[in-house]
C-alpha cells in the first residue's frame, strides 16, 4: 500500500515511491568528476559524507573552483578556520595529477 500525506482537512494525496536505488552514484567517476566542478570547491569537499562511493571522490577531480568571495558570501569562512587554511587542507589531500588555476 502507497504511503498517504495529509493534506488540509479534506484532501488526501497518494504517494507511491518507487525504489530506483542510487543511480547518480552509479555513473562513472568522470561525470561524476564534470558534475563536482560546477560545484564551490568546499561543497564538493561535502561530497563525502554521502557514501562509501562518494568519500573520496572529490581527491580526484581534476578541476576545483576554489572562489575565495563565494567562501566568504556564504558564511564558510566565520565558522573557523578561515578560507586559507581550508584550501590548505583541501590541497593536501587533493591527488588529481594537474591543477588548473584561473
Do not use: K, Y
Request: charged share 20%; proline share 5%.
Amino acid at each position: 500500500m502507497a504511503p498517504t500525506l495529509a493534506m488540509g482537512c479534506s484532501r488526501r494525496i497518494h504517494v507511491v515511491v518507487i525504489d530506483t536505488g542510487d543511480r547518480l552514484s552509479s555513473l562513472p567517476d568522470d561525470i561524476l568528476h564534470t558534475i563536482m566542478s560546477f560545484l564551490p570547491a568546499w561543497q564538493a569537499v561535502q561530497t563525502c559524507v554521502l557514501s562509501r562511493r562518494w568519500e573520496r571522490l572529490w581527491c580526484s577531480m581534476p578541476c576545483l573552483n576554489i572562489d575565495q568571495q563565494e567562501f566568504e558570501d556564504c558564511g564558510r569562512d566565520r565558522e573557523g578556520g578561515g578560507f586559507e587554511e581550508f584550501v590548505n587542507n583541501m590541497l593536501m589531500f587533493h591527488s588529481a595529477p594537474s591543477f588548473f588555476f584561473r
